[in-house]
């Protein structure tokens, strides 16, 4: 399975600046470019593992953002890594039990902003998805007049 997604912001450059003059600058993203790729057979018994690559580029005015991550799969555990232009490494871990989403990631700067003063990032995460019953269709009936 291949996924790709386009986002445009910013397209009419609002001006949100309270310096007369100043608008903000469009901002193009290429979101998540990547597949989902299958290793080994399914059975009923083991959830077949996946690596799963994956691309985001963004641009806004000269500044350019490509990130690079590869996320390997196995049954409801999830890990990855990411690399982010000149900037970061990203290291991330997640669990998904169909109900309950949780994950874990650190970024590691190796740009000149981790002069001692950054030593990373954490982020934790957790999401809930909650399964709302499918409405059933119901069609409305014509009522004839009857003579």
Partial sequence: MYSFGVAAHHLNMPNESMIVGKRVHYRFVIQRAGADIKLGAKSKYSNAASLMPNVIYQYQR???EL?????VKYSIFTAGVW???SDAFITTIGINTGM???????DVTVSKLNN????????????LNLNCK????QFRTIS???F
């Avoid at 990130?67 to 996320?71: H, M, P, Q, R």
């Avoid at 309950?100 to 650190?106: A, E, L, M, Q, V």
């Avoid at 001692?116 to 999401?127: Q, R, Y």
């Fill in 83 to 85: 690399y982010r232009t």
């Fill in 144 to 146: 004839c007049p009857s």
């Fill in 67 to 71: 990130n690079i991550g590869l996320y």
């Fill in 134 to 137: 499918k409405k059933i269709p």
């Fill in 116 to 127: 001692g003063v950054s030593g990373g990032s954490h982020e934790v995460s957790l999401g």
């Fill in 100 to 106: 309950f989403r949780i994950g874990y990631s650190y």
């Fill in 62 to 64: 000269g500044f350019q």
